[in-house]
C-alpha cells in the first residue's frame, strides 16, 4: 500500500475517531490523533493478520499497551473488517464491548488487556519468547505512550527483551511529549529515549510518527539487528491533524464542543483533498 | 520449622511440585516455567537442567514475569510461573489482574513459601493475605495443596485446565493425608475425618493440625469432621451447608490473616445460607513476629491442641 493510501485511510480514521469522541461525550483524543498513523501503517502495510481467524496461531501480534485510545484500535479493526463498522457508535455505550479500554475476550484482534500503563511491553516480552522457543517468524509490535515509559515494568521487560535477544519484538514509543497533566519535560523527563534504550542494548530507530513511508520502513524486517529487540522512537503530535488541539495538552481527554467538531471535521475533511 | 510430627514422615510439597511438572514438560513441550531469579528456591534447578529453554528466569522483576507468562500463554505456552508468594501475590497483582485474570489468560501461577513458611525472615516475607487478594478476582481458581499428594494433583489439574489458577504451596514439611491415587477436584472439599459434634475446615499446612485436633477431641468424647478445602474459590458451599446441617458449629483454621481468607469465605457461606457458630482461627489481623513457621502457628493459636480447645469452646455456643 503507498503512503498516500495510507494517508487516506488515516484521515477517514481520524475523522471517525472525532465524531465517535463527539457522540459518546468521552475519549482520549489527543492521544488517538497521535497514535492513528502508526496504526493505520502497521494494520494495513505490516502486520499478517486475519480477521477470518483472528486466533490464527502464526498471526504478527499487536499490542496497545497505551490502552486508553482504545477507539483508534477498535476502529482500525473495524476498518480491517475484526468488528462491524457501524458498532463504533457503541463506544462507551451500556454494554457495549467497546468500552474505553480494550479487551480480548470480547473484541476479536485484541490480543491482551491494557489500560493500567506499563503491562503491554511484559506481555509482548512473553508472546516474542514463545516465537523464539517454537522458531517461528512471527512478529510482536508494542505501542507505548511516552509517559507511560515511566511505568517501571516497562523497564524490566527491556531488560528481558535484551537478554533474550528478542529481534522480533518491536517497541514503538508514541513520543507526544505531553501526558495527562503536562509534558513529560515537566513531569518526569524521559526524553531522550534512544540513548536510554541503546544503553540497555536495544536497535533503536527515530521517525517522524506521522510519516507513513518513515513508519513503514522502520516496521519492516529490513531495519533491526539480528538478537537486539527494535524500539521506534516515533516522534509525534497529541491531537495532530487538528489545529487547535495539536501539541495542546488540554486535549488529553477533552470532548470537542459542536463548534470545535465542526471545525475539526472540516480541517480532517480539507486534508483529506 | 517443621509440623509437630515424626520428622520421618514429613515432605516438602515443592519437591512434589517440581517432580510432576517435570514429568509433565516431558509429555507437553509446550510447558515452560517462569520465574523470579526463584530458580533454587522454587527448585527448579532439575527442569532446567533437563529443559534448559523452558526456565524462563526474567531476573528480579515480577510485574514482568507475570506478564510475561500472559504472554508466553498467548504465544501457546503453558506458563507456570514460579516465585515466592508474597511477592508474586503482592508485587505483580495488577498484573495478575490484569493480564491474567481479566484477560483470562492459560497462566498457572505458583506461589512457593507461602503463609509463613519464612517465619524468621520477618512479615515483608510472609504470605498472609494471597487468599484475600487473589480470591477477589474472577477466573483465577486459588488452591492450596494439604500434603504433597494433593500438591501432585492439582499441579496436573492446572495443566488440563484452561485459564489461570494460583496454586498456594508452602516449604513446611507435612505428613501425606491423602492416598497417592488422590485425584484433585477444583471447588471440592473432601472429607479426611468425619464426626457429629463440631466441623474444623483447613487447608494447607494446616489440614494435618486439624486431623491431629480431632484425635485429641475424640480422646475427650467429642467426634469432630474435619474438610480439607484446599480449593478457596470457587469453594464446595454443599460441604459447608452439611457440616453446619449436621454439626451445628464451624472453626475454620489457615496459614493467613482470618480477614478475607479461608475463613471469611466459608463465612460467606455460612451466613448466606447455614447460619451456625463459627469460629476463625488465622492470624489476627496483624504482622506476625519472628519466629519459626510452626511456632508462629502455635503462637496464633493453632497447635493441634489449641484448635481442639477452640473447638470445645465454640461448641458451647451451639443452639
Given at each position: 500500500?503507498?503512503?498516500?493510501?495510507?494517508?487516506?485511510?488515516?484521515?477517514?480514521?481520524?475523522?471517525?475517531?472525532?465524531?465517535?469522541?463527539?457522540?459518546?461525550?468521552?475519549?482520549?483524543?489527543?492521544?488517538?490523533?497521535?497514535?492513528?498513523?502508526?496504526?493505520?501503517?502497521?494494520?494495513?502495510?505490516?502486520?499478517?493478520?486475519?480477521?477470518?481467524?483472528?486466533?490464527?496461531?502464526?498471526?504478527?501480534?499487536?499490542?496497545?499497551?497505551?490502552?486508553?485510545?482504545?477507539?483508534?484500535?477498535?476502529?482500525?479493526?473495524?476498518?480491517?473488517?475484526?468488528?462491524?463498522?457501524?458498532?463504533?457508535?457503541?463506544?462507551?455505550?451500556?454494554?457495549?464491548?467497546?468500552?474505553?479500554?480494550?479487551?480480548?475476550?470480547?473484541?476479536?484482534?485484541?490480543?491482551?488487556?491494557?489500560?493500567?500503563?506499563g503491562h503491554g511491553l511484559p506481555v509482548g516480552v512473553g508472546m516474542a519468547k514463545a516465537a523464539k522457543l517454537d522458531r517461528r517468524s512471527w512478529r510482536t509490535f508494542v505501542i507505548t505512550g511516552d509517559g507511560e515509559m515511566q511505568e517501571g515494568s516497562n523497564w524490566e521487560a527491556i531488560m528481558t527483551a535484551a537478554q533474550f535477544r528478542l529481534d522480533n519484538l518491536t517497541l514503538i514509543i508514541d513520543h507526544n511529549r505531553l501526558q495527562q497533566g503536562a509534558s513529560l519535560a515537566d513531569t518526569n523527563e524521559l526524553a531522550p529515549f534512544a540513548p536510554k534504550l541503546a544503553a540497555f542494548g536495544w536497535h533503536v530507530e527515530e521517525i517522524d510518527g506521522h510519516d507513513p513511508a518513515g513508519i513503514c520502513r522502520a516496521v519492516s524486517r529490513a531495519t533491526g539487528t539480528p538478537d537486539k529487540p527494535k524500539c521506534i522512537v516515533a516522534h509525534t503530535n497529541k491531537g495532530h491533524g487538528i489545529s487547535f488541539?495539536?501539541?495542546?495538552?488540554?486535549?488529553?481527554?477533552?470532548?470537542?464542543?459542536?463548534?470545535?467538531y465542526e471545525q475539526a471535521m472540516a480541517e480532517l475533511a480539507e486534508a483529506a483533498e | 520449622m517443621n509440623a509437630p510430627f515424626d520428622a520421618a514422615q514429613l515432605h516438602d510439597c515443592r519437591d512434589a511440585f517440581v517432580a510432576t511438572l517435570e514429568a509433565l514438560a516431558e509429555a507437553n513441550k509446550h510447558i515452560v516455567a517462569v520465574c523470579n531469579d526463584s530458580v533454587g528456591s522454587s527448585k527448579l534447578v532439575g527442569f532446567r537442567d533437563r529443559f534448559p529453554d523452558r526456565l524462563i528466569n526474567v531476573g528480579i522483576a515480577e510485574q514482568n514475569m507475570v506478564g510475561v507468562g500472559a504472554g508466553?500463554?498467548?504465544?501457546?505456552?503453558?506458563?507456570?510461573?514460579?516465585?515466592?508468594?508474597?511477592?508474586?501475590?503482592?508485587?505483580?497483582?495488577?498484573?495478575?489482574?490484569?493480564?491474567?485474570?481479566?484477560?483470562?489468560?492459560?497462566?498457572?501461577?505458583?506461589?512457593?513459601?507461602?503463609?509463613?513458611?519464612?517465619?524468621?525472615?520477618?512479615?515483608?516475607?510472609?504470605?498472609?493475605?494471597?487468599?484475600?487478594?487473589?480470591?477477589?478476582?474472577?477466573?483465577?481458581?486459588?488452591?492450596?495443596?494439604?500434603?504433597?499428594?494433593?500438591?501432585?494433583?492439582?499441579?496436573?489439574?492446572?495443566?488440563?485446565?484452561?485459564?489461570?489458577?494460583?496454586l498456594r504451596l508452602s516449604r513446611m514439611g507435612v505428613p501425606d493425608l491423602f492416598p497417592a491415587d488422590h485425584v484433585f477436584e477444583l471447588g471440592k472439599a473432601n472429607l479426611l475425618r468425619d464426626g457429629g459434634d463440631v466441623t474444623i475446615i483447613a487447608n494447607g499446612v494446616l489440614a494435618h493440625r486439624a486431623v491431629m485436633a480431632a484425635t485429641l477431641l475424640a480422646s475427650q468424647g467429642v467426634s469432630a469432621r474435619v474438610l480439607n478445602m484446599a480449593s478457596v474459590r470457587p469453594m464446595d458451599a454443599q460441604a459447608i451447608q452439611s457440616a453446619a446441617r449436621d454439626t451445628g458449629a464451624i472453626l475454620t483454621c489457615e496459614e493467613h490473616t482470618i480477614f478475607g481468607g479461608l475463613g471469611s469465605a466459608v463465612a460467606e457461606v455460612v451466613v448466606d445460607s447455614c447460619p451456625v457458630p463459627m469460629t476463625r482461627l488465622g492470624v489476627p489481623g496483624v504482622f506476625a513476629h519472628t519466629g519459626a513457621a510452626n511456632q508462629l502457628l502455635d503462637d496464633f493459636g493453632m497447635s493441634p491442641e489449641a484448635i481442639a480447645s477452640s473447638a470445645t469452646t465454640l461448641m458451647k455456643r451451639k443452639a
Open positions: 500500500m503507498t503512503p498516500a493510501e495510507l494517508r487516506r485511510i488515516a484521515n477517514r480514521i481520524r475523522r471517525r475517531d472525532v465524531q465517535a469522541v463527539f457522540e459518546a461525550g468521552a475519549g482520549h483524543i489527543g492521544g488517538e490523533m497521535s497514535v492513528i498513523d502508526l496504526l493505520t501503517c502497521l494494520y494495513f502495510h505490516e502486520l499478517s493478520v486475519d480477521p477470518a481467524d483472528p486466533l490464527d496461531p502464526e498471526r504478527d501480534r499487536l499490542i496497545l499497551s497505551k490502552g486508553h485510545t482504545a477507539l483508534a484500535l477498535y476502529i482500525v479493526l473495524s476498518e480491517k473488517g475484526f468488528i462491524p463498522k457501524q458498532e463504533i457508535s457503541t463506544f462507551l455505550g451500556h454494554r457495549s464491548r467497546l468500552n474505553g479500554h480494550p479487551n480480548r475476550v470480547y473484541v476479536p484482534g485484541v490480543e491482551t488487556n491494557t489500560g493500567p500503563l488541539m495539536s501539541d495542546n495538552v488540554a486535549w488529553h481527554h477533552k470532548v470537542p464542543n459542536v463548534e470545535q | 508466553l500463554a498467548n504465544g501457546g505456552k503453558v506458563p507456570y510461573v514460579c516465585a515466592a508468594s508474597p511477592f508474586l501475590t503482592g508485587r505483580a497483582l495488577e498484573q495478575i489482574k490484569a493480564d491474567v485474570a481479566y484477560s483470562r489468560t492459560n497462566v498457572k501461577l505458583v506461589g512457593i513459601s507461602s503463609g509463613m513458611a519464612y517465619g524468621e525472615l520477618g512479615a515483608t516475607h510472609h504470605s498472609i493475605e494471597d487468599f484475600a487478594w487473589i480470591r477477589a478476582l474472577p477466573n483465577v481458581p486459588v488452591i492450596a495443596p494439604a500434603d504433597r499428594v494433593e500438591t501432585a494433583a492439582a499441579v496436573t489439574w492446572a495443566a488440563q485446565h484452561v485459564g489461570g489458577c494460583f
